[in-house]
């Protein structure tokens, strides 16, 4: 494998443990304030939200290291900085909506989350048709977080 593709899988799992570690610490900090939120009557029970995101991250580990293996050298570059861009406006949502208490802020950063990771995504599916399949959910649940986050934002 060349160094190129070796850097890139570094870099990829860098870039997921990173925000891995980034949301736990700032969605563990407002976890008193959050649950005195008003909910969106569409919110899914709790253990769903500890059952999708092992996944997510289980997900974007083994797609990143297929699309280094794999991918062009255009298709590596583009997974790299969709996701770098997606992972950063992932986490400031977290730090939006947890620590700054930003609601409308939050929303916004999480939509834009969304569509960035529409790159990711369609990085995954020019390398293999697997790698992309395993990242719909991820995609999917981020479209349902941003409906969520603007519904937190109405409701409060």
Do not use: K
């Amino acid at each position: 494998m060349s160094a190129a593709r070796v850097i890139s899988m570094a870099v990829s799992v860098a870039i997921v443990l990173g925000y891995a570690v980034g949301s736990a610490w700032w969605v563990s900090s407002g976890n008193e304030w959050y649950q005195g939120l008003d909910r969106p009557r569409w919110q899914p029970p709790d253990v769903v939200f500890g059952v999708i995101w092992p996944y997510n991250f289980a997900a974007l580990v083994a797609a990143g290291v297929a699309v280094a293996a794999h991918g062009t050298s255009t298709v590596r570059m583009a997974w790299l900085v969709g996701l770098a861009g997606s992972v950063i406006a992932a986490l400031a949502w977290a730090y939006l909506f947890y620590v700054s208490h930003a609601l409308w802020a939050a929303a916004v950063a999480l939509i834009g989350a969304a569509v960035v990771t529409i790159v990711v995504v369609a990085a995954a599916f020019a390398t293999r048709t697997w790698v992309g399949a395993i990242l719909v959910p991820y995609q999917v649940w981020l479209a349902v977080a941003a409906s969520l986050s603007v519904g937190y934002a109405r409701l409060n």
